[in-house]
């Protein structure tokens, strides 16, 4: 049986008007924020790549890859919706985009954490390079 779950890259307005929905009431709203700007530059450049995590045909996820230089990803506004938190979709969707990484040709990503999710990072194979920021970084090489 083939994996129901996989990354699709945000292009149509439906995708793109699910990938800020999961976003701003994750990252933002649930965190008492209001400040959610969808039109953030960052989302349209060449390198960025915004991604939809999928469990069959429900949206449960969002991450955006930022591709620098030297084989170097940078993982962004990892977010899953709160009804499918805690049940394995993160881990799920940061294995999908591991893979989506080497497609592209990098050998290492990293993150800068929500501090209470280092622990999930770490659980997945992530090293915690400066624990001392107000958003931890981690590194982990794809090999």
């Not at 170097?72 to 049940?87: K, N, T």
């Amino acid at each position: 049986m083939s994996d129901p779950m996989r990354l699709l890259p945000v292009r149509r307005t439906w995708e793109w008007d699910t990938y800020h929905r999961i976003r701003r009431e994750v990252l933002f709203e649930a965190r008492g924020h209001r400040s959610y700007d969808r039109s953030h530059p960052d989302e349209m450049l060449p390198s960025n790549h915004p991604l939809l995590f999928l469990d069959g045909s429900d949206a449960v996820g969002t991450v955006r890859l930022d591709v620098g230089g030297r084989g170097l990803g940078v993982v962004r506004l990892v977010a899953i919706r709160g009804d499918f938190q805690r049940r394995g979709r993160g881990r799920a969707m940061l294995e999908h985009l591991e893979q989506y990484a080497r497609s592209l040709g990098l050998t290492e990503l990293e993150v800068n954490s929500a501090p209470d999710a280092v622990g999930f990072y770490a659980r997945l194979g992530w090293t915690l390079v400066d624990g001392d920021r107000e958003s931890p970084l981690l590194r982990k090489a794809l090999c």
